[in-house]
């Protein structure tokens, strides 16, 4: 009996066997299938934002670093195809904000070279709106600006100290990005007046939240750079990952309110607690990104001081340092 029976048994194994292999088949096609669909979906996503970043050539420039341990990409010549940035950054419609604040002598000394140079190498082909901050808007020079720019001009209060001139431009900032520039703009770029462009200052300096490398600090090992280090300070830090200049500062309008917005509030509070940090708004803003980490940095490339002698790194200058004459320039 039990002999006969096992042949039995084992065509009903096998059957049951079939069944479960068929179902286990047509189940994993259609993980498939889903998994499929969905990788579909999130790389159509992905390559709307990241996919450009995936054409930069990290190992083009092998004397200097190209990524941040925390892999932003550090922007130097040859690592991008800027036609290909400008391609995509058209496609997508981006738009970007300028603002530039002068204030007091220094309207008469930098301002016109720094907007006439602008037009000429910022952002050429995207929509670019400037917000000129100045305490005498009639003293703003009528540029011949290219179609698809604008300029527009607001008066802001002459504050005392020129500490409080730099400083106070993150209050500045920081509600005129509600006010008007988030609306408009989907990029913005905070700038110096005391420079001047000379060379592309592209798409590709685009980001979620930028920072520039300084010049003077992109060589040097850490224990050098000159954080505040003043424990009574909101700037206050013992280490950090580089030293970031406050020249040039951009990002999504949201990011950069928020790093306007956690600047102000620290220089405030300072002022409550009677100290004011190193190097002003560069200590705060050099504290933001220790702790808010930027997702792009840019080399010194873009922020060159051609007094220093080592060139060896700097493959073009897209801006550069105009002559500083604080003797002259900064009030008292
Ligand atoms: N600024 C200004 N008037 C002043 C002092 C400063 O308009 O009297 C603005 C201007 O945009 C300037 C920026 O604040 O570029 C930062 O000041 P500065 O360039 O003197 O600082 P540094 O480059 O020496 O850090
Ligand atoms: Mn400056």
């Not at 096609?29 to 995936?54: C, G, H, K, M, P």
């Not at 995207?126 to 540029?143: A, G, H, M, Q, R």
């Not at 920072?211 to 600090?217: F, P, S, V």
């Not at 949201?254 to 306007?260: E, F, G, R």
Request: with cysteine; charged share 20%; proline share 4%.
């Amino acid at each position: 009996m039990k002999w006969q029976s096992l042949p039995a048994r084992s065509g009903v194994f096998c059957c049951l066997l079939m069944l479960v292999a068929g179902f286990t088949s047509l189940y994993l096609r259609y993980l498939n299938f889903t998994t499929e669909s969905f990788v579909f979906v999130s790389e159509a996503a992905v390559r709307q934002n990241v996919s450009l970043d995936e054409t930069l050539n990290f190992g083009t420039r092998p004397a200097v670093r190209t990524r941040t341990s925390w892999n932003a990409p550090i922007i130097w010549e040859g690592m991008f195809d800027p036609i290909l940035y400008d391609q995509k950054h058209t496609q997508a419609e981006s738009t970007v904000a300028l603002t530039v604040f002068a204030v007091g002598r220094y309207l008469d000394a930098y301002l016109n070279n720094f907007l006439v140079s602008a037009e000429a190498h910022f952002m050429l082909g995207l929509p670019v709106t400037y917000y000129v901050f100045t305490d005498v808007p009639e003293k703003v020079p009528n540029i011949t600006l290219a179609p698809q720019r604008t300029m527009k001009v607001i008066q802001v209060e002459k504050h005392t100290r020129w500490q409080d001139i730099s400083m106070m431009r993150m209050k500045t900032i920081s509600e005129m990005i509600d006010k008007e520039i988030s609306h408009s703009s989907k990029y913005i770029f905070c700038f110096d007046v005391d420079q001047v462009f000379m060379g592309r200052f592209g798409s590709e300096a685009l980001g979620d939240s930028v920072a520039l490398l300084h010049a003077h600090y992109y060589k040097l090992p850490k224990d050098r750079f000159t954080y505040d280090k003043n424990p009574k300070s909101k700037a206050f830090m013992e280490t950090g990952d580089f030293y970031y200049h406050a020249a040039i500062f951009g990002g999504l309008c949201k990011n950069v309110k928020h790093l306007a917005d956690v600047c102000y509030l620290s220089i405030m509070e300072d002022k409550i607690n009677d100290v004011e940090a190193l190097w002003h708004d560069e200590s705060h803003l050099n504290k933001y990104f220790w702790v808010h980490k930027p997702s792009r940095l840019l080399s010194p490339e873009y922020c060159w001081d051609q007094s220093i002698g080592d060139k060896s790194d700097i493959m073009v200058m897209r801006l550069v340092w105009a002559l500083k004459d604080y003797a002259n320039l900064r009030t008292r």
